[in-house]
């Protein structure tokens, strides 16, 4: 079992930044991907981004390119999002998740097995 908590939502104007981190414990070696996802009022959660654990390949939907990073520090089991030039079309809550299987890509929720509780990003315009 992998248990994930997030932390770093919240609260921000359009045009500002905010940093999430989501930190792993329990079976930790058995991570293969670790990845965001967002789920906004009355949608379907969706992909947001992932990372290879060991490789650092990384999977971005096109609306978040040039302005959300997602990043890693295996020594500490924790993958970061960080989050530029918001907009209001990207209040969420943000869920982290992890993949415990090898896959040719993360672009899914189907892929993951573990998730986090989830962490609330507003934007205001």
């Known amino acids: 079992q992998v248990r994930l908590v997030e932390s770093g939502g919240g609260l921000v104007q359009a045009g500002g930044s905010l940093r999430l981190s989501c930190t792993a414990s329990?079976?930790?070696?058995?991570?293969?991907?670790m990845g965001w996802f967002r789920q906004a009022p009355g949608n379907e959660r969706e992909f947001v981004t992932a990372?290879?654990?060991?490789?650092?390949?990384?999977y971005q939907r096109d609306s978040v390119k040039g302005r959300f990073t997602i990043s890693r520090d295996n020594a500490k089991n924790t993958v970061y999002l960080q989050m530029n030039s918001l907009k209001p079309e990207d209040t969420a809550v943000y869920y982290c998740?992890?993949?415990?299987?090898?896959?040719?890509?993360?672009?899914?929720?189907?892929?993951?097995?573990?998730w986090g509780q989830g962490t609330q990003v507003t934007v205001s315009s």
């Open positions: 998740a992890a993949s415990s299987s090898y896959y040719t890509d993360y672009a899914a929720k189907s892929r993951f097995d573990y």
């Open positions: 329990g079976r930790t070696v058995s991570i293969y991907a």
């Open positions: 990372i290879r654990w060991r490789s650092g390949i990384i």
